[in-house]
């Protein structure tokens, strides 16, 4: 059993990303803190999935974690306030989490062990299975463990067989999914893969309840560089009328659904001819171009909301998605437009962002 201090106090934020972004979330929770008027250094190695921010305020990073908002990060798929990470000797590793925990003060009603989203991560899962009873029992017993904890959660996020990190997480400020990950099932009908990135979004940004209202029946869109019709097919799935606007070819059985109007025109400088309900747009173009087609729909009020990609250049991804949504903000501030804005760098998207925008009448 590892020796450890009489009260190990969090000093650490943990959050998780996909494998090769982590400059970009470091780049980002190191803005958004300082923002905050906190200090400290961030730490990671690349492709590992996750970035470490250690605090060097006396300030615990539990206060940091309840300023920090979760659902405002964009790369980030989860936000812990953490412990030091652990070494853990092969022969007893129960010993110095539970330890740990007893030693933090820390009580919760739930455990979920985590690995990075990696081929070594998914290696450990036979690890983390043969340790879930015993360590729950050893928690319970030491009454960390328990019910009616106000829904704190402990995470336990392993990077190797020997090595671990404690996090806690919180209602409301904290991703509600395994590894932050939503795993969609590829619907065989649809045209093309990218349709699982609309989907996401729809999950992520409209609360499930507000389908109906919202993603109604009987709805009109407008899904711009449709072809060959991922996204539209999530539009006509939900009963809605779409104006496909696309140079290339569109699915035939999409088009068969007489729900589809497909023009084969120019994205950028195509009008609809009445307000939309919908504004989708998966275009492959510079965000800058993207942001600034999309500023016009939103000023001119073509449509009530929308969802669309922002494609990453190679380096500095963050300043750009920030350069883009600040401009954004900004010009619909001048027009006097309200609107909701989000973003997120979801499971399903790749070298892109997702931004929604609902309008505010």
Partial sequence: MSRLAKHVVPNQMLFYCRPGFEPDVASEVTHEIGQLGWHGRVEYSPQ??????????????????????????????????????????RDDRLSSIVEQVVSS?????????????????????????ALTRPLESG??????????????RLHLYWTDGDRVQLGMSFPGNRSELPGGIRRLRFPQAAPSRS???LEEAWHEFVPREEWDVRLGEGMQAADLGAAPGGWTWQLVSRGMHVFA??????????????MVEHLREDGFVWEPPYRLDWLVCDIVDKPARVTAMVQRWLV???CREAVFNLKLPMKRRWEEVARCLALLEEVLQDAGVRAELRCRHLY??????????????
Avoid at 60 to 68: D, F, K, Q, S, W
Avoid at 72 to 86: E, H, K, N, T, Y
Avoid at 245 to 258: V, W
Wanted: overall charge positive; glycine content about 8%.
């Fill in 300 to 302: 001119r009020r073509w």
């Fill in 48 to 89: 590992e999935g996750f970035v470490r921010f250690v605090v060097d305020d006396e300030r615990p990073a539990n206060e940091l974690h309840r300023e920090l908002r979760f659902d405002r990060l964009i790369f980030a798929r989860q936000s812990l306030v953490a412990l030091p990470p652990l070494s853990l000797a």
């Fill in 195 to 197: 349709t699982l990135k």
């Fill in 245 to 258: 606007i696309d140079n290339g070819p569109m699915n035939g059985d999409l088009m068969a659904t007489g």
């Fill in 348 to 361: 399903h998207d790749r070298e892109e962002v997702t931004v929604h925008v609902r309008l505010r009448d």
């Fill in 139 to 152: 928690l319970r017993k030491r009454g960390a463990l328990r019910r009616k904890a106000a829904g704190r």
């Fill in 105 to 129: 003060g820390w009580s919760f009603d739930s455990i979920w062990q985590e690995t990075p989203d990696t081929n070594d991560g998914k290696a450990l899962a036979g690890l983390i299975k």
